[in-house]
């Protein structure tokens, strides 16, 4: 054979090895993943800069669809470019509708269904009892239902996520508040799988009492969320915010004490979280203002929580404390007071 062709056939030969070496890598390149049982580091405790807050938003309508359901937080997607925030994709606030139960007075948690699209769940402060709402996307009264085998000292945040079982949603109900600072460090989440409203004819069956104790004090507490099997806590004070992380998927044995992951300068007091469901966005509220932190992929909560926040849209609420993040990454805000308005701000301008 000629020389020149042998020289030809050399490279092709060497070009297709070294094309399967790539894709064979490729291929079997381990996936990233959280655990519980691996410690985040604590970073230094952020200030907020005001300056940092976004641009004033593009006009947005509200959107009337969500996208299908999904039981567990996966690895962020939504990325943010050179010089943008977590707030920058935000529109315009948008009124949803009108809670039209008369019985949610005090809508101190809510938390969107994994499970039944458009749905939100809410429940009030210390003045009721062991119960929790199901309101339509404008707000709509989807029934009220017992927590049956819970207890409601003062329940201040809720939140959707995996439990015990990943492929299933589940509701927690963070009993957490401690105004008088009576509870000696001691907080229960309950967690119990989330219903269908419109199958239920009675209480919701199953829930389990998760025990914690802080490590290091007494706090008053009114937000929580659920990421990457884990409950975080955000206690209430104005001059320094602590947040807490818990395992989420737990049994109910025992009383696990919580691990103290850092702490937030925010000058005001954080009234209610949420998570994102894709896990990229961080969202702490306070009576007037929302604060996002972005969570690219691979970082841990406590890496997300070392950045300035920025200030995103918030409604003008009588006293505000729950927020909650829908499928399409758009978050919905509620006051407490008889029927308030239901606010939603979209995602994407």
């Given at each position: 054979?000629?020389r020149?062709?042998?020289?030809?056939?050399?490279?092709?030969?060497?070009?297709?090895?070294?094309?399967?070496?790539?894709?064979?890598?490729?291929?079997?390149?381990?996936?990233?993943?959280?655990?519980?049982?691996?410690?985040?580091?604590e970073?230094?405790?952020?200030t907020?800069?005001?300056g940092?807050?976004?641009?004033?938003?593009?006009?947005?309508?509200?959107?009337?669809?969500?996208?299908?359901?999904?039981?567990?937080?996966?690895?962020?997607?939504?990325?943010?470019?050179?010089?943008?925030?977590?707030?920058d994709?935000?529109g315009?606030?948008?009124?949803?509708?009108?809670?039209?139960s008369?019985?949610?007075?005090?809508?101190?948690?809510?938390?969107?269904?994994?499970?039944?699209?458009?749905?939100?769940?809410?429940?009030n402060?210390?003045?009721?009892?062991?119960?929790?709402?199901?309101?339509?996307?404008?707000?709509?009264?989807?029934?009220?239902?017992?927590?049956?085998?819970?207890?409601?000292?003062?329940?201040?945040?809720?939140?959707?996520?995996?439990?015990?079982?990943?492929?299933?949603?589940?509701?927690?109900?963070?009993?957490?508040?401690?105004?008088?600072?009576?509870?000696?460090?001691?907080?229960?989440?309950?967690?119990?799988?989330?219903?269908?409203?419109?199958?239920?004819?009675?209480?919701?069956?199953?829930?389990?009492?998760?025990?914690?104790?802080?490590?290091?004090?007494?706090?008053?507490?009114?937000?929580?969320?659920?990421?990457?099997?884990?409950?975080?806590?955000?206690?209430?004070?104005?001059?320094?915010?602590?947040?807490?992380?818990?395992?989420?998927?737990?049994?109910?044995?025992?009383i696990?004490?919580?691990?103290?992951?850092?702490?937030?300068?925010?000058?005001?007091?954080?009234?209610?979280?949420?998570?994102?469901?894709?896990?990229?966005?961080?969202?702490?509220?306070?009576?007037?203002?929302?604060?996002?932190?972005?969570?690219?992929?691979?970082?841990?909560?406590?890496?997300?929580l070392?950045a300035?926040?920025?200030?995103?849209?918030?409604?003008?609420?009588?006293?505000?404390?729950?927020?909650?993040?829908?499928?399409?990454?758009?978050?919905?805000?509620?006051?407490?007071?008889?029927?308030?308005?239901?606010?939603?701000?979209?995602?994407?301008?």
């Amino acid at each position: 054979m000629h020389r020149r062709s042998l020289v030809v056939l050399f490279s092709i030969a060497l070009a297709a090895l070294l094309a399967a070496a790539f894709l064979i890598a490729t291929d079997t390149e381990p996936e990233s993943s959280s655990t519980t049982s691996q410690a985040e580091p604590e970073p230094n405790p952020s200030t907020p800069d005001r300056g940092d807050a976004a641009a004033t938003p593009t006009t947005i309508s509200a959107e009337t669809t969500v996208t299908a359901a999904t039981t567990s937080t996966t690895t962020p997607s939504v990325t943010v470019g050179p010089g943008d925030t977590a707030c920058d994709p935000y529109g315009e606030i948008t009124r949803s509708g009108t809670v039209e139960s008369t019985d949610l007075v005090e809508a101190s948690g809510m938390a969107a269904s994994r499970t039944q699209p458009g749905t939100f769940w809410a429940h009030n402060d210390s003045r009721d009892g062991a119960r929790v709402y199901a309101i339509g996307p404008d707000g709509t009264d989807l029934g009220g239902f017992d927590v049956e085998g819970a207890f409601a000292f003062d329940w201040e945040d809720m939140a959707a996520g995996p439990g015990g079982d990943a492929e299933t949603s589940s509701l927690f109900f963070g009993d957490i508040g401690d105004n008088f600072s009576i509870r000696d460090g001691q907080i229960t989440v309950y967690r119990v799988r989330e219903p269908d409203p419109a199958a239920l004819d009675g209480p919701i069956e199953g829930a389990e009492a998760l025990e914690f104790e802080y490590p290091d004090g007494v706090f008053n507490a009114e937000a929580l969320f659920v990421a990457d099997a884990s409950i975080y806590i955000v206690t209430k004070d104005r001059d320094e915010a602590r947040v807490y992380r818990g395992d989420a998927t737990r049994d109910a044995a025992g009383i696990e004490t919580l691990e103290f992951i850092t702490s937030l300068g925010l000058g005001a007091e954080v009234s209610g979280a949420d998570v994102s469901w894709d896990g990229s966005t961080i969202a702490l509220r306070g009576y007037d203002t929302v604060w996002l932190w972005h969570r690219g992929a691979g970082a841990s909560v406590a890496e997300a929580l070392s950045a300035d926040p920025c200030s995103a849209p918030s409604p003008d609420e009588v006293q505000g404390e729950s927020i909650a993040f829908r499928a399409d990454n758009a978050y919905a805000t509620v006051s407490e007071g008889s029927n308030p308005d239901l606010f939603v701000v979209p995602f994407g301008n």
